[in-house]
Antibody, heavy 121, light 108 residues
Framework: EVQLVESGGGLVQPGGSLRLSCAAS????????MSWVRQAPGKGLEWVSG????????PYADSVKGRFTISRDNSKNTLYLQMNSLRAEDTAIYYC??????????????WGQGTLVSVSS | EIVLTQSPGTLSLSPGERATLSCRAS???????LAWYQQKPGQAPRLLIY???SRATGIPDRFSGSGSGTDFTLTISRLEPEDFAVYYC?????????FGGGATVEIK
């Protein structure tokens, strides 16, 4: 059974940094691309970033480009999202989601339960 | 960038009724790259339909997807109590994953 467990969320001041993690199990992690998708309170879904199975392709949404960095450690079966220069508008639940295969350009059959990031002074 | 517009924003129906949700793309897209998700309060999204018309694992056959080009539809043939939720369409065929704004199916 696929399991994705996010952690690392919390309250941070504007301009601060946070690193999210997503621990994966139940599948061969390195064979699958992953994405981060966020949802602001009461709002819809917004794709943040994706990463190929090898880690060689790492696109970003324009809203986070230059501030967020996605990475993965296939030896630890873990996906990361380093978030710098955080803004109030980054406040959201952050979900990690697994792709169908090695390309991040994919629908997402599996999702974690999310971790809440709140940016406020 | 492709923009997905969902309508109606809210659909008020009774259990047993048929729900029809629309997703319109700002330009023609391949049906292979169109998916639908269901999200209930406090839960992560769940994939319902991929490739515009293929049901994901474990999805009941009362859910069906159709469409091509710019117009796609999610149909729930007979609403069950557990189907009242928010539904999102998604496109994944270009340089980003794009979601529609969502459509709520609420109990009338």
């Amino acid at each position: 059974e696929v399991q994705l467990v996010e952690s690392g969320g919390g309250l941070v001041q504007p301009g601060g940094s946070l690193r999210l993690s997503c621990a994966a199990s139940g599948f061969t992690f390195s064979n699958y691309a992953m994405s981060w998708v966020r949802q602001a309170p009461g709002k819809g879904l917004e794709w943040v970033s994706g990463i190929s199975g090898s880690g060689g392709s790492t696109p970003y949404a324009d809203s986070v480009k230059g501030r967020f960095t996605i990475s993965r450690d296939n030896s630890k079966n873990t996906l990361y999202l380093q978030m710098n220069s955080l803004r109030a508008e980054d406040t959201a639940i952050y979900y990690c989601a697994k792709a169908w295969g090695s390309s991040w350009l994919s629908s997402c059959p599996d999702w974690g339960q999310g971790t809440l990031v709140s940016v406020s002074s | 960038e492709i923009v997905l517009t969902q309508s109606p924003g809210t659909l008020s129906l009774s259990p047993g009724e048929r729900a029809t949700l629309s997703c319109r793309a700002s330009q023609g897209v391949s049906s292979s790259y169109l998916a639908w998700y269901q999200q209930k309060p406090g839960q992560a999204p769940r994939l319902l339909i991929y490739g515009a018309s293929s049901r994901a694992t474990g999805i009941p056959d009362r859910f069906s997807g159709s469409g091509s080009g710019t117009d796609f539809t999610l149909t729930i043939s007979r609403l069950e109590p557990e189907d009242f939720a928010v539904y999102y369409c998604q496109h994944h065929g270009s340089s980003a994953l794009t979601f529609g704004g969502g459509a709520t199916v609420e109990i009338k």
